[in-house]
Each structure stands twice: as C-alpha cells, then as structure tokens.
C-alpha cells in the first residue's frame, strides 16, 4: 500500500545530510600522510558523504521499486489521493499498518546492509593503508 513511503523518507533525510556533509568536507583539508619523506601521498580513503551516498542510492531504488511494484498492483494511482488505501478511511489503518510493520523493517535491512557495506570498507581501508605502510618499511629496510 505505501511501504514504500518508509524508505523514501530515510532517503530525503540522507540525502540532506550528505549534501551537507560533503559541502563540510569540501572546506576541509585532504587528508595526507606525513610519513613519505619525498612527496604526501593521499592515504585511499574514501569520504564519509559518498559513503552515505551508497545509502541514498539502496534506499532510492528500493523505493522506486516498491513504487512501480505498488503502481503495478493499483495500490497507486495518478489521482488524487494517490494512494488507494487513502481514499477509504477504514483502510487507512491497514496502509499506517503496513507502513509501520513491512515500511520499517525494509528501511531497517537495508540500512543493515549499508552499516555491512561500511565494516567491509573501513577493513579494505586499513589493509591498504597497512600495505603501503610495509612497503615503506622495505624500502627503509634495502
């Protein structure tokens, strides 16, 4: 019925904020690794706003999904109220229902998988960094 307003409204929010975020970030300095003698090398990590960028692009598609999959059905119409369930005052519970129940839980995995997806980077992170940390400590070394 309108599950699908529960991801959607997460993604405005996120959306905001990474627009922010990466403005703050934009006045920011980059970020460098002193340790290079000869010349700074920019350590490979990758910006806390595309980061949630891939959270904003999860939960867009999957509500544009659940848009087209409503649509499909005829739970969503081109008309005023838009949403069948709206037009029917008793079956306004069951679309609140379903928003607070199946909406919830959807936005709720997906940000579960993002929160997955951030664990996997920051290991990725650090093993590049370590990398480039020993094959400094060989050169040192010869």
Same mark, same amino acid.
């Given at each position: &019925?309108?599950?699908?307003?529960?991801?959607?409204?997460?993604?405005?929010?996120?959306? #905001?904020?990474?627009?922010? #975020?990466?403005?703050?970030?934009?006045?920011?300095?980059?970020?460098?690794?002193? *340790?290079?003698? *000869?010349?700074?090398?920019?350590?490979?990590? #990758?910006?806390?706003?595309?980061?949630?960028? @891939?959270?904003?692009? %999860? %939960? @867009? !598609? !999957?509500?544009? %999904?659940?848009?087209?999959?409503? /649509?499909?059905?005829?739970?969503?119409?081109?008309?005023?109220?838009?949403?069948?369930?709206?037009?029917?005052?008793?079956?306004?519970?069951?679309?609140?229902?379903?928003?607070? *129940? +199946?909406?919830?839980? &959807?936005?709720?995995?997906?940000? +579960? /998988?993002? /929160?997955? &997806?951030?664990?996997?980077?920051? /290991?990725?992170?650090?093993r590049t960094i370590s990398e480039k940390q020993m094959k400094r400590c060989?050169?040192?070394?010869?």
């Amino acid at each position: &019925m309108a599950c699908f307003l529960v991801p959607a409204a997460e993604a405005v929010v996120t959306t #905001i904020a990474a627009k922010v #975020i990466k403005t703050k970030e934009s006045r920011g300095e980059a970020v460098f690794d002193s *340790t290079e003698q *000869t010349a700074p090398e920019m350590v490979e990590k #990758i910006p806390f706003s595309q980061k949630l960028g @891939w959270l904003n692009r %999860l %939960l @867009w !598609g !999957g509500s544009a %999904l659940l848009l087209f999959e409503h /649509v499909w059905h005829g739970e969503v119409v081109p008309w005023f109220p838009f949403l069948t369930a709206a037009a029917d005052p008793s079956e306004v519970t069951a679309m609140l229902h379903e928003m607070a *129940t +199946a909406g919830v839980m &959807m936005t709720v995995l997906v940000t +579960a /998988v993002w /929160v997955g &997806m951030l664990a996997v980077s920051s /290991v990725m992170e650090k093993r590049t960094i370590s990398e480039k940390q020993m094959k400094r400590c060989r050169r040192s070394v010869k």
